[in-house]
Each structure stands twice: as C-alpha cells, then as structure tokens.
C-alpha cells in the first residue's frame, strides 16, 4: 500500500471518530436538555398544586369566618328580603277605595311577619297581571269578577278596554270587555285562559284569595290556578256586596295568620262567624291543591 492511501485512511477514520463523537455529544445534550425540562415542568406542576391547595384553604378559611361572623350594625330582627310576600291587588281602589280596609290588612300580615306590596286603581292593567312577580304566599285579588253567558269567571282589571289594544289576547279570547254595571265604562278582563297562557307560575306556593262574585263558581279558573301552582283557592260561591267581602276578608286573614288556622279550618271559623252574605246568601269556599 502506497504511503498515501495510508493517510488517506487515516484521516477519513478520524472524520468517522469526530462524526461518531459529535453524534454522541448531541444525543448527550437532547439528554441533559430533555431532564432539565421535566425538571422545570415538575417544579411548575408542583407549585400549581401547592399554590391551589393554599388558595383553597383561604377561601375556606375566609368563607367560613364571614359566614360566621355577624356585622357589628345588624339588627335582631330578620332580613327584609328573607320575609314572606304578599300582595294586595286591588282594582276597585279608584272607584272603590276603603282605606281602613288596605290599613287593617297591611298591619295584620305584618304583625304575622310579612312583607306586603300593594298595587291599587290603574296600576292594575294586563301587562300588570302578566308580569306580576313570583314568589308570593299570598295574593289577595280586591277585583270585580263575574261569569259570562258561557258560565267563565272573568277577573276584572282597572284598565279601559280598546278594541285596538291586546288583539292577539282578544283574538284567541283570553281577555275581553266586561262592564261592572251597566252604566260603568268597559275594562278589560283575563279569564282562565289568561291564567294558563300569560301567569304561567304566578301562583306558585301562594294562596290566592279571590274578593269578587262568583269567585267560585268556575272550575276551570279554579283547577288552573292551583295547576299553576297554588297551595290554595278561597272565594265565594255567588254574588258578594264589596262591604260584605271586605269585612270577610279581613277576619279570614286574621284568622289564618294570627291564630295560625288552617286554611278549611279558617274558611269555616269565618263563615260561622262572619256568616253570609246579607243580600246574596253566598259563602267562602276553599279550595287545595
């Protein structure tokens, strides 16, 4: 072999060390850098779940102190918004207003713990009754009612009739005009239609109390309002003179929340008691979901 092949050799053999090398050197590297990187990724898992735990702890920590711990201002008394509702919706306040009967009430229920909102005259519109608020034990409706030829309880609302107004109400005879007495002017009335499509839950947990004729006289209005989710129905089974319901009306609710009767057991002290209408010979009637 020729002197030169030989360094010919030898050189190529250390360019095939220095690669080799080099080669072993990278794949090193990938090493070291691949373990520093799970090191680094284990550290921040680490600190995530540490920091986590002391982030879970505080807020227990400061939940439960708070949460046990009344505000130095706070009274004996309980929360205003944690008080049972009622609400007194009287339609006739405009043509017919007893204000002894509104004081007497709102005291009584207050007296037995209640919150009592009070809605009068014109503020007594569909659009009111469509949005009336949930929540309730209580609804007393101070409202005209009366059945229709085809024998439907309609509730009246203080509102004016027009014919150009809720046409889509009118139209599939949910409302319609009603008239008081002859000579009074037409308002609008929602029947149990009304109840169904537009009070979906208006009534849930309450006890609805219907001051006006006939209140019940139709069973369809009545099965709605507890299908809607009343505990109970009390009204009256013919006619009514307004002197005679709000005198009734007044010892029934004393009667329920001050001697804490039942509702049948209420109804029946407050007939015996209050005894018939004087004219019409109706009585209260009570019905339960």
């Known amino acids: 072999m020729k002197p030169g092949k030989c360094c010919e050799c030898y050189v190529s ?8 090398n080099k080669h072993e050197g990278i794949k090193h590297e990938i090493r070291d850098y691949r373990k520093k990187r799970m090191r680094i990724i ?3 898992v680490t600190f995530i779940i540490v920091f986590s735990l002391i982030a879970t702890l505080s807020y227990c920590i400061v939940i439960y102190y708070y949460g046990n711990s ?14 049972p509702r009622a609400a007194l919706i009287d339609a006739l306040y ?28 014109a503020q007594v519109t569909v659009d009111f009754l469509k949005n009336l608020k949930s929540g309730y034990k209580l609804i007393i409706l101070r409202m005209h009612s009366a059945l229709s030829t085809n024998n439907e309880l309609y509730f009246f609302t203080a509102e004016p009739y027009s014919v150009g107004k809720y046409t889509q109400e009118q139209y599939f005879q949910l409302v319609k005009e009603a008239y008081a007495r ?21 009534f849930n947990g309450t006890l609805v109390i219907a001051m006006g004729c006939e209140g019940a006289c139709d069973p369809y209005a009545i099965k709605e309002i507890l299908d809607q989710g009343a505990t109970g ?5 013919g006619p009514v003179s307004l002197f005679h319901s709000d005198k009734t009306t007044l010892f029934l609710v004393r009667t329920l929340y001050l001697e804490k009767l039942l509702i049948a057991e209420a109804v029946e002290k407050t007939n015996d008691q209050i005894g018939e209408d004087p004219d019409f010979y109706s009585i209260l009637e009570c019905y339960l979901s």
Request: charged content about 25%; glycine content about 6%.
């Open 70 to 83: 009344k505000p130095t201002n706070e009274t004996n008394g309980p929360s205003e918004n944690k008080l």
């Open 42 to 44: 284990s550290a921040t």
């Open 94 to 121: 405009s043509n017919y207003p007893n204000e002894e009967f509104t004081k007497s009430l709102n005291k009584t229920l207050q007296d037995s713990g209640f919150k009592v909102d009070i809605y009068q005259g």
């Open 233 to 237: 129905y009390v009204s009256w089974t």
């Open 13 to 20: 053999f250390l360019k095939q060390v220095m690669a080799r």
């Open 182 to 202: 002859e000579d009074s002017p037409p308002v609008f009335a929602v029947n149990w239609g009304f109840i169904k499509s537009c009070m979906t839950e208006k």
